[in-house]
């Protein structure tokens, strides 16, 4: 056979097809090596190496059409801007992301709030509050990530352990709606000695309102007639808190 023949015949057997982009995204995560897929990677190395989008496409099990199981869980952490802000999302919210439907969005939920009640509860029984930050390490696990305004009270015994706590009121954005005998019952359901007030503010802003102020004034005024001290109102806004003890508004 003379080159040029062999030459031609090589180059016509040659097919060329334009780059499917959406296959290669799905021949990505079939073709990787097992030790790479989150499952794998989690029994082979620890749950502490998998990164937060490996962990959530654990939960997430399966992607779909558009998106495989890593990229929708990628796209859900870039979508919210990371899991601080993941987590305070509802399962209603995360349906925006293609491939999350009712059931995955209420397992994310699920998943988050079982993360909040074991941090909760390390923080024992027999907690001691012995200073605002005491009180903000308390509160914080509670009311960090919710994406509307509660009212929570704190009970404290005379060596100030908590008794116990309880949510008042919720309400949106914000603002709630709390009555000084609602929360003058609570704290005698409660045998308490003193009690610290608490709400959160889903802004993040830590700062104080003339509305925070004024509640807070009426149940200490309501406290005074039963013999029960208001130690404190702290807000918790995200990762910062403000102290009303602390700036001599109590």
Do not use: C
């Amino acid at each position: 056979m003379k080159k040029g023949v062999a030459k031609s015949f090589a180059k016509s057997s040659i097919k060329h097809t334009s780059f499917d982009a959406e296959y290669f995204k799905e021949k990505m995560v079939r073709e990787m090596r097992p030790e790479e897929l989150p499952r794998e990677k989690l029994v082979k190395y620890g749950a502490d190496t998998l990164t937060d989008a490996e962990l959530l496409a654990i939960l997430l099990r399966t992607g779909s059409a558009k998106l495989n199981v890593l990229q929708t869980a990628r796209a859900l952490l870039d979508h919210f801007q990371g899991l601080k802000r993941l987590v305070r999302e509802d399962w209603i919210s995360v349906q925006q992301i293609p491939g999350i439907a009712k059931v995955k969005a209420i397992t994310l939920e699920a998943s988050f709030e079982l993360a909040r009640r074991i941090q909760m509860s390390q923080t024992g029984e027999k907690f001691l509050v012995r200073s605002p930050e005491d009180a903000n390490s308390y509160l914080r696990p509670y009311l960090r990530d919710l994406t509307k305004e509660y009212f929570m009270v704190i009970f404290l015994d005379n060596a100030k352990h908590v008794l116990g706590h309880k949510i008042i009121s919720r309400g949106g954005r914000n603002a709630t709606v709390v009555e000084p005998s609602e929360v003058m019952r609570y704290a005698i359901l409660n045998h308490s000695n003193s009690i610290i007030l608490a709400h959160n503010h889903p802004s993040g802003i830590a700062v104080e309102s003339h509305a925070d102020r004024n509640i807070t004034a009426r149940i200490v005024e309501a406290g005074k007639m039963l013999g029960i001290e208001v130690d404190d109102h702290i807000i918790v806004a995200g990762d910062t808190y403000v102290s009303f003890r602390n700036k001599n508004l109590i």
